[in-house]
């Protein structure tokens, strides 16, 4: 409502309303707005956004707690999700006006006292049996726009509550959970409209991307992820043709595109500076890849998506012609990248699930940078720089079933990193303060195999079989500190568990991360140097945060152990089979002596 409009003696009476509210104390309906989103990642105060900030930095310039004080970082309180619900908890907090917004597993959202912990609502999604989260029944996080918060469901809904009071205000369906659709990562506010993606790339679900009006849940565009399929804008709720993704047949052959994958299962992010989304995609489908000649677009890729248009206006694909279950969903953190002419670009970076860690020019797609972050690479023997493309390994592509005496196996090979990846959901951070990106990295393989299969709705569509094995016996996780430009691996610090949470960089010089052994942990972002740790009592799967309040710095991470690896990991979930599941939150601060 724009306030010429209104007639003066109203104006008056909402002025005398709110001031009435405000002496009352009741005035908690701060709402979130464009501009709070956007400045995320430099107000310190708050944590409106996933990636703490849309451009996905995670990196906070407070430095209260650092490389001098952090020994003297303590809880505060903990909070318990309850329930007989446990399982996977891969979620992100927001901080907004006092309180914190965390998800749960099983599609569960809560509201609680940030100062003290104390809940302040709870909202458990009512979900049908028949749901299929290949990878546990996690969630990432939710959004905040207005006086909403917002997340995505493992029945594929996107439900809308109203911040303070913990109430439904929209809920939409997004698509059919009985095909395989589910939503688990965390929606990305983009000028007032919330974008999401879905989940289910293993049951040859159509990835794409949605945009609907954050206010009321109304579609506005939709944004296929596979070729050929058409994009469609929503107009005073009427469907109109918004072009066909890429073009019909272009790198698929026949049929094979309408069932082909492609999920954009973890989300996007958002760079204010060109004005793009950009969103990985997943694997192409199904996993045997003798079944789908060609590149396969725009799978396994990263996609530059103009929000005002709905229009894709570059992509760069990691694995073309992925035989390996390499889903490219991985977060693309905006950066300046200062080549080594000394010239500084406007820049992406993506440690990819296949175990190179990319630089792309973010407003064309160009290729500046490629070069392994994990030791044990053997599908290909590189990027090239100029064409952009892998130098595959051709025997190291699990062999074409068709090839065999009875059709039914093909060539089994041992392929590295495992499809698991190189780095999974875990998000990297990027130090403004160092320039190194911070990758929870793993070392594994697989001996994949490729089967026939043909698509069956709601079935798993992978045709391949494999199982995940360790390559060493004293780690699988490694943090690694990564310098963009000389594409080095500065250091690192090796876990025995496979890593599976996110990092966190800070202003303090410090790098925070949990592992599933259940340690929060930080260290000194410039040598790898452990400098404090704590035990949570169950494994972390989850990003920490930070934000400050009265003069404080916080620190809150989800724990909870769980997510792909006790459900795929094969020979590593006997390895790993010793942890425990959980659910909670935890938040500290440093000791007042
Ligand atoms: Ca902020
Ligand atoms: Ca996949």
């Known amino acids: 409502m724009k306030r010429s409009r209104t007639p003066r003696n109203k104006a008056l009476a909402l002025t005398l309303l709110a001031s009435a509210l405000l002496a009352f104390g ?6 979130v707005t464009d501009a709070d ?4 990642a430099k107000t310190t105060g708050d944590v409106v956004s996933f990636g703490m900030g849309t451009q996905g930095q995670r990196y906070s310039p407070l430095n209260k707690v650092n490389t001098k004080t952090v020994k003297d970082l303590v809880p505060v309180w903990s909070f318990s999700f309850g329930g007989e619900k446990q399982r996977g908890q891969e979620s992100q907090p927001l901080i907004y006006d006092g309180k914190m917004y965390v998800t749960a597993s099983y599609s569960r959202i809560f509201a609680l006292d940030v100062a003290t912990g104390k809940k302040l609502w709870k909202y458990e999604h009512r979900l049908p049996d028949g749901i299929m989260p290949c990878c546990d029944v996690i969630n990432r996080g939710a959004a905040l726009y207005g006086d909403l918060v917002i997340f995505g469901t493992l029945d594929a809904q996107l439900v809308a509550l109203n911040k303070d009071t913990g109430k439904v205000v929209w809920k939409e369906k997004v698509d059919d959970y009985a095909a395989g659709y589910s939503m688990t990562a965390a929606p990305l506010i983009v000028k007032g409209m919330v974008v999401t993606g879905v989940s289910g790339g293993e049951f040859g679900v159509v990835g794409r991307l949605e945009a609907r009006d954050a206010k009321t849940g109304k579609l506005l565009w939709s944004r296929p992820t596979v070729e050929g399929h058409m994009g469609y804008r929503y107009e005073n709720g009427t469907k109109v043709e918004n072009g066909i993704s890429g073009t019909l047949n272009a790198t698929w052959s026949g049929d094979m595109w309408k069932t082909g994958g492609a999920s954009t299962w973890n989300g996007a992010t958002y760079d204010p500076d060109t004005n793009l989304i950009f969103v990985g995609t ?7 890849s003798h079944l789908r000649p060609g590149d396969n677009l725009f799978s396994s890729s990263t996609l ?12 760069y694909q990691n694995t073309p012609h992925d035989g390996w ?3 490219g969903v991985n977060e693309f953190v905006s950066f300046d990248y200062k080549g080594k002419d000394g010239k500084v670009v406007k820049a992406g970076g993506k440690a990819d699930r296949n175990g190179f860690f990319y630089v792309n020019d973010r407003t064309n797609g160009k290729l500046l940078n490629a070069f392994p972050f994990v030791h044990d690479l053997n599908w290909a023997k590189g990027i090239d720089l100029k064409t952009g493309r892998p130098i595959y390994n051709d025997e ?4 074409d079933p068709a090839a065999g005496s009875d059709g039914s196996k093909g060539k089994v090979v041992f392929s590295a990193p495992s499809f698991l990846g190189g780095k999974n959901q875990q998000q990297i951070a990027y130090s403004q303060q160092t320039g190194l990106f911070y990758v929870p990295a793993n070392e594994w393989g697989m001996d994949i195999w490729n089967e026939p299969v043909s698509y069956k709705k709601g079935a798993a569509y992978l045709g391949a079989g494999f199982t995940i094995k360790a390559l060493h016996d004293d780690y699988i996780g490694a943090m690694r500190a990564v310098d963009p430009v000389t594409g080095k691996i500065v250091w690192e610090n090796k876990n025995y568990a496979p890593l599976w949470g996110g990092a966190l960089a800070t202003g303090g010089g410090l790098v925070f991360y949990g592992t599933p052994e259940g340690y929060l942990k930080a260290l000194d972002a410039k040598s790898g140097k452990e400098l404090w740790k704590f035990q949570a009592g169950t494994g972390i799967v989850a990003p920490p945060v930070t934000w400050e309040q009265n003069g404080e710095q916080f620190v809150a991470v989800v724990t909870g152990w769980g997510g792909a690896v006790p459900l795929w990991g094969g020979d590593v979930a006997k390895r790993v089979n010793f942890l425990e599941q959980g659910g909670s939150v935890w938040v500290f601060k440093l000791h007042k002596s």
């Open 26 to 31: 009741q005035a908690s309906a701060k709402e």
């Open 282 to 288: 997943g694997n192409p489908a199904p996993w045997n």
């Open 37 to 40: 989103i956007v400045n995320d």
């Open 304 to 315: 530059a998506i103009d929000p005002d248009s709905g229009k894709i206006v570059w992509h």
């Open 396 to 399: 190291n592509r699990p062999g």
């Open 325 to 327: 279950d390499f889903d």
